[in-house]
């Protein structure tokens, strides 16, 4: 029961699968316009942070340099005159640098070849003592490394390094040059923890300028999707109340029509079978009271009985081929449009004439229903109301399908339909008729009569059994 209530539940109606079919699209295309902006702001973004750092660590290793330049003016004097050896010069030149300090963190360190500190007046356990193989938190070589600098000329290298004011581990940018004479590596450094910060908030200020732009992007297709639901609820209910106006107008033209036939079943009943039997039966009365008295007229008032009785079963048949005419399931609607012609001429006087080719019984069940009524409306209303005395009824095959003709030369529609309700109605039927078959119905009347022409579409013919396709189109 459960597996059926969720079933049941699920189920998209029709005007849920056009929202969905409508908005699935909208959906797609938004999210890949997200992603795409999105990736590209996080790229654009990227560069910009990698260019800002490049930026900062320049302007860092470009004031190392200046301290250095300072530092080597300072001692140059010494160091140029003073001989490899000179250990006086080499405690001169180390006092000169320990005294020269800048900003909170800002020092002077050396190291000689062998790995010894000679050197460090912010951290001065370093001093005397060989840090060879010294590494930083994360591994990076910090002694081998500036020595290994120092020999080729001059660098760059950064570590982890303990801030001397704050003794927290920070980035530690250093610049170091070589004096290959007491093979010594002079350096200093700055500590560049205030540009991850600046790094750091840059790239929170990008991942937040992101997010709003995803939520932006969010509401815009929230509120276009939102759009898209009330114009479509706009929209559905307008074609439902249209659709519903119809529907009552086709309800009620369908009771019109059948009442409309009733009624013209009731006075055919009334008009002809009913006085007929009447007839039959007053003839019938009549035969038998003079059979009663032995009057020699008794057999002329059986035999017009006979012959009412006759003529009641005649006009029963005549409704019924009205209704269904039989000859048009069993013969085709050739022969079935010829009764229907020569009885109308032969009932109204009307002179007529039909022509047709044989189509072999070609037409499927609906186009033959759908002609033969609009040709029984069509002289329906000529013998109601055309005042016409010739009627051309014409049946073939074009490349356009089947083409029926009816054309008479009575006073023409406009003269013929005023006063006369059913009129327009029966052209209403023809239309109905002829618009479920996808064909066309066309309808010219002026003072010279009138010409009611429908087609039937190809795609209305059957397949012959056993046909050459130059005979389909004419057979």
């Known amino acids: 029961m459960f597996n059926k209530g969720m079933r049941f539940r699920f189920r998209l109606g029709y005007g849920q699968k056009l929202f969905l079919l409508a908005t699935l699209p909208l959906i797609i295309a938004a999210s890949a316009i997200a992603l795409v902006v999105l990736n590209q702001s996080r790229q654009l973004a990227e560069r910009e942070i990698a260019s800002l750092e490049n930026q900062l660590r320049a302007a860092k290793r470009e004031e190392l340099k200046n301290?250095?330049?300072?530092?080597?003016?300072?001692?140059?004097?010494?160091?140029?005159?003073?001989?490899?050896?000179?250990?006086?010069?080499?405690?001169?030149?180390?006092?000169?640098l320990s005294s020269m300090l800048y900003g909170?963190?800002?020092?002077?360190?050396?190291?000689?070849?062998?790995?010894?500190?000679?050197?460090?007046?912010r951290q001065t356990y370093l001093i005397d003592k060989n840090w060879r193989g010294l590494k930083d938190l994360n591994g990076t070589e910090i002694t081998d490394e500036l020595i290994r600098i120092a020999r080729t000329g001059s660098g760059y290298h950064t570590f982890q390094w303990t801030k001397p004011s704050t003794r927290e581990i920070a980035p530690?940018?250093?610049?170091?040059?070589?004096?290959?004479?007491?093979?010594?590596?002079?350096?200093?450094?700055?500590?560049?923890?205030?540009?991850?910060?600046?790094?750091?908030?840059?790239?929170?200020?990008?991942?937040?300028?992101?997010?709003?732009?995803?939520?932006?992007?969010?509401?815009?297709?929230?509120v276009a999707l939102l759009i898209v639901f009330m114009t479509g609820m706009v929209i559905t209910v307008r074609e439902?109340?249209?659709?519903?106006?119809?529907?009552?107008?086709?309800?009620?033209?369908?009771?019109?029509?059948?009442?409309?036939?009733?009624?013209?079943?009731?006075?055919?009943?009334?008009?002809?079978?009913?006085?007929?039997?009447v007839g039959v039966r007053y003839a019938l009365d009549l035969a038998r009271r003079r059979l009663k008295s032995d009057d020699i007229d008794t057999a002329k008032n059986l035999d017009r009985?006979?012959?009412?009785?006759?003529?009641?079963?005649?006009?029963?048949?005549?409704i019924s081929r009205d209704l269904r005419p039989g000859v048009l399931d069993d013969l085709g609607l050739g022969p079935a449009l010829r009764t229907l012609v020569?009885?109308?001429?032969?009932?109204?006087?009307?002179?007529?004439?039909?022509?047709?080719?044989?189509?072999?019984?070609?037409?499927?069940?609906?186009?033959?229903?759908?002609?033969?009524r609009i040709a029984q409306e069509a002289l329906t209303n000529i013998e109601r109301h055309a005042q016409a005395t010739f009627v051309d009824v014409s049946l073939v095959g074009t490349p356009k399908g089947a083409v029926m003709r009816i054309s008479d030369n009575g006073l023409g529609l406009r003269n013929t339909i005023r006063g006369s309700g059913s009129q327009g109605l029966g052209t209403r039927n023809m239309q109905e008729r002829i618009d479920q078959l996808d064909g066309t119905l066309t309808i010219s009347s002026d003072n010279q009569g009138t010409i009611v022409e429908a087609i039937v579409p190809l795609t209305h013919m059957l397949e012959p059994a056993f046909a050459t396709p130059e005979k389909d189109l004419n057979s």
């Open 342 to 372: 020569d009885e109308f001429a032969e009932r109204t006087g009307i002179k007529t004439n039909f022509e047709t080719v044989v189509f072999r019984n070609r037409l499927d069940n609906n186009s033959k229903i759908a002609l033969y």
């Open 305 to 318: 009985g006979i012959d009412n009785l006759s003529g009641a079963i005649q006009e029963v048949r005549r």
């Open 172 to 222: 530690f940018e250093t610049y170091v040059i070589g004096l290959q004479d007491w093979k010594w590596a002079i350096g200093t450094g700055i500590f560049v923890d205030d540009v991850v910060e600046s790094v750091a908030a840059a790239q929170a200020d990008v991942t937040k300028r992101i997010r709003e732009t995803f939520i932006y992007i969010l509401a815009i297709t929230g």
């Open 240 to 277: 439902m109340r249209l659709a519903d106006r119809k529907l009552k107008r086709l309800t009620q033209r369908v009771f019109d029509t059948q009442e409309e036939e009733r009624g013209r079943v009731a006075r055919e009943l009334h008009d002809s079978i009913s006085q007929i039997l």
């Open 67 to 96: 301290y250095l330049s300072i530092a080597r003016t300072a001692i140059v004097n010494i160091y140029g005159r003073a001989k490899p050896n000179d250990e006086q010069a080499k405690l001169e030149v180390s006092r000169i």
């Open 104 to 121: 909170q963190d800002g020092y002077f360190f050396v190291f000689d070849y062998e790995g010894k500190n000679l050197v460090s007046p």
